[in-house]
């Protein structure tokens, strides 16, 4: 157990679907991420949650909508997602300018 | 220029050879580097920290320069075991916002 816990391990949802990506942490870190990981490409930064504030990457869909509703849980909410979409999420957590610890990941598969 | 560059590879070494992979940085306010390991299909983990006075983890030496904007990380007596995909990551500047680069693949064969 890495101690950044991600449900589900796998899902496969087709594109009318909504869905929710759920990570917790109980490390007392202050900062949580969703990054994204397709093949071949390297991790993209999706959101950063820090001390309550977001910081997000302008070129992320909005169909991808983060929730923080306190500093131990992370929720990535999808909806009429594409098959372009299909990858590794990955969150982490950390405390500020140090190094993250990552959950096992959520395989999506849109189809 | 890309915030941050590695050689994909992949390196092919044997056991019990020395291996060393650089990861070059645009940005010249990074505070914070690091190397990650990650294994197929698995989540990276922190491999080390990178401190400008370098550091050493048994097999394992990180070295930062910052005149030339680069991190290394040397693997000696390579294991089997150390067979991955090793990740720089570096911060963008000042900030909790780490970049990560797309890797370097390690193969140790017997």
């Known amino acids: 157990e890495t101690g950044v816990t991600q449900t589900p391990r796998h899902l496969v949802m087709g594109m009318t679907n909504k869905k929710s990506l759920k990570c917790e942490q109980h490390?007392?870190?202050?900062?949580m991420y969703w990054y994204k990981q397709s093949a071949k490409k390297p991790l993209e930064l999706m959101f950063v949650?820090?001390?309550?504030?977001?910081?997000e990457n302008n070129s992320v869909p909005s169909r991808f909508s983060p929730e923080c509703p306190n500093s131990s849980h992370l929720f990535l909410h999808l909806h009429t997602l594409q098959p372009e979409d299909s990858a590794l999420y990955l969150c982490?957590?950390?405390?500020?300018?140090?190094?993250?610890?990552f959950g096992s990941g959520t395989r999506l598969t849109v189809v | 220029r890309k915030e941050v560059e590695q050689d994909p590879g992949p390196f092919n070494v044997p056991e019990g050879a020395t291996v060393a992979f650089n990861c070059t940085y645009s940005?010249?306010?990074?505070?914070?580097f690091f190397w990650y390991r990650q294994d197929c299909r698995k989540e990276p983990k922190l491999l080390m920290s990178?401190?400008?006075s370098g550091n050493e983890d048994g097999r394992f030496t990180a070295q930062l320069n910052r005149a030339s904007q680069y991190i290394s990380l040397l693997i000696r007596d390579s294991k089997l075991s150390d067979s991955a995909t090793y990740l720089c990551?570096?911060?963008?500047?000042?900030?909790?916002?780490?970049?990560f680069g797309r890797g370097t693949s390690l193969i140790v064969h017997p």
């Open positions: 982490a957590s950390s405390q500020l300018s140090q190094g993250l610890l």
């Open positions: 990178v401190y400008s």
């Open positions: 490390l007392g870190h202050n900062a």
């Open positions: 940005n010249s306010a990074s505070q914070s």
């Open positions: 949650y820090s001390l309550e504030e977001r910081v």
């Open positions: 990551v570096v911060d963008s500047g000042g900030s909790y916002i780490p970049t």
